[in-house]
């Protein structure tokens, strides 16, 4: 076989594509510091530190593995329903939030149809972006990461098809208001709203669902059902764009135990929704606290992290480092905008602490 030849058949636009840079597990983060993997303080990934409902595990121990899922989701959209208050031909599930996104670039965007992305945003839209062919636009936020809808509408041409919006916005923390969102769909694009934060921030587009055939919301079981690992996330849209995508996702995309335990958590929503209270109560503590360290800039969030801003890029990425040696791992950014920055997740009482008393002795 003549050499290269892997190369010259892989798809131009993805033979090398800028990929996503996702969070290494514990083990590997324990490896790197050196220390026990139940030592670490994992706050970069913006999991629940609480775990998933004890009700979840049950029911993956009863659920028959060797039987395919239901195509459908008939059980799980059915339970998402009753959840959301939304009917079930308006929700489709996904295996995360994550598969959604993907499939509404490959329902919507051909080769050279252009995305708009607000930046600095959730890094998974552009990476999709790029995975499907899409040409992306930046539109950058202002200075307190606020859409700005006049340079939105500038960038808006005949090849636009998609708007993405994170609200909250991983990882700035604010919200995207509803006459933003509003005035965003009279464009006529889709208009995607990711509220995977949506449990957090209480706040959601929801009740625009009817009036706009061209809005597609995200949610996740994720954030605060504690799902993570089992990848489950959902989307509320017409039901027409639903039915499209039953028609082009993987057929069994949900798998059983991933449906089992979404299921039961939705029935323990009151127990999860206490542990969301908590992480509420003390993301408003946290950002108390590193609002009174010096060099430290905290944002406003509505999720459940904080973006914390320093003076200087190295300053952050001091922290990043130092944080790091003593076990403690956050988020970094090597985009322009964010590279003075890092994102905390909100952990455990004794997790924050131990970060907050981190950040205090590296500071000074
Ligand atoms: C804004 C946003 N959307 C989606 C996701 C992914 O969610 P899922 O785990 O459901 O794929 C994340 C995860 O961090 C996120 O921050």
């Known amino acids: 076989m003549p050499e290269n030849r892997i190369e010259q058949l892989i798809r131009p636009h993805l033979a090398s594509i800028q990929t996503y840079q996702p969070v290494d597990p514990p083990e590997v983060l324990a490896e790197r510091a050196g220390i026990p993997a139940k030592s670490i303080v994992k706050l970069n990934g913006n999991e629940n530190p609480y775990g998933p409902s004890p009700k979840a595990a049950e029911a993956m121990a009863r659920t028959p593995m060797h039987i395919y899922p239901d195509p459908f989701q008939r059980n799980l959209r059915a339970s998402l329903s009753d959840y959301t208050g939304f009917p079930t031909e308006n929700i489709i599930a996904g295996a995360g939030s994550d598969e959604l996104i993907d499939l ?4 919507f965007i051909e080769p050279g149809d252009v995305i708009l992305d607000c930046e600095p945003t959730f890094a998974m839209y552009a990476f999709c972006a790029r995975i499907n062919g899409g040409e992306l636009r930046l539109v950058q936020r202002d200075e307190l990461f606020e859409i700005d809808l006049q340079a939105v509408r500038e960038a808006i041409d005949d090849k636009t098809k998609i708007i993405f919006l994170s609200s909250p916005n991983n990882p700035t923390g604010n919200m995207v208001s509803e006459e933003q969102v509003r005035a965003l769909l009279d464009t006529g694009l889709i208009v995607v709203i990711d509220e995977a934060y949506y449990e957090f921030s209480k706040e959601t587009v929801g009740n625009l669902i009817g009036q706009y055939e061209n809005l597609v919301i995200l949610r996740t079981m994720s954030k605060w059902a504690g799902l993570a690992g089992l990848r489950v996330g959902y989307g509320i ?4 764009i639903v039915d499209h995508i039953i028609d082009i996702k993987s057929p069994y995309n ?3 135990a991933a449906e089992a335990a979404a299921i039961a958590s939705l029935e323990d929503s009151e127990y999860l929704l206490g542990n969301v209270q908590s992480i509420v109560d003390d993301r408003e503590a946290l950002f108390g606290s590193l609002s009174e360290i010096n060099g430290i800039k905290p944002w406003p969030s509505q999720g459940n992290y904080i973006l914390c801003q320093m ?5 952050a990425q001091q922290m990043f480092d130092q ?7 956050v988020r970094n950014f090597s985009s322009d905008r964010l590279r003075d920055c890092f994102r905390v997740a909100i952990g455990t009482p004794d997790e924050n602490a131990a970060f907050l008393n981190a950040v205090r002795e590296i500071s000074q």
């Open 323 to 329: 944080l790091a040696a003593r076990g403690i791992f």
């Open 237 to 240: 849209m017409g039901s027409g």
């Open 104 to 107: 509404l670039f490959r329902l």
């Open 254 to 256: 949900v798998n059983v």
């Open 311 to 315: 003076d200087r890029p190295e300053d």
